[in-house]
């Protein structure tokens, strides 16, 4: 007898909101990517093997992730 069992998931550091919603969500369909979403909080979980590629994928689709951490202090117009 053969037991199938469901993946790990892992969350990303990726939190969806209303502008993102769209191209996250059509992002992990066109790549065929199971996700989890957590509604009270918008954390998108997906299979651990799958967290690495799915950052790429959101990160080429423009998505940014949201660790509240900002390095516009970085740019040209800013040094020091």
Do not use: C, M
Not at 57 to 71: H, I, P
Request: without cysteine; glycine residues 4%.
């Amino acid at each position: 007898h053969q037991w199938t069992q469901e993946p790990l998931y892992s969350p990303l550091d990726f939190r969806l909101d209303d502008k993102n919603f769209p191209t996250v969500i059509e992002t992990l369909e066109k790549a065929n990517i199971k996700y989890k979403l957590n509604e009270s909080n918008g954390l998108i979980s997906v299979p651990a093997t799958e967290v690495n590629r799915t950052r790429i994928r959101l990160s080429s689709a423009g998505v940014l992730k949201t660790d509240g951490v900002s390095y516009s202090f970085l740019n040209d117009k800013n040094k020091l």
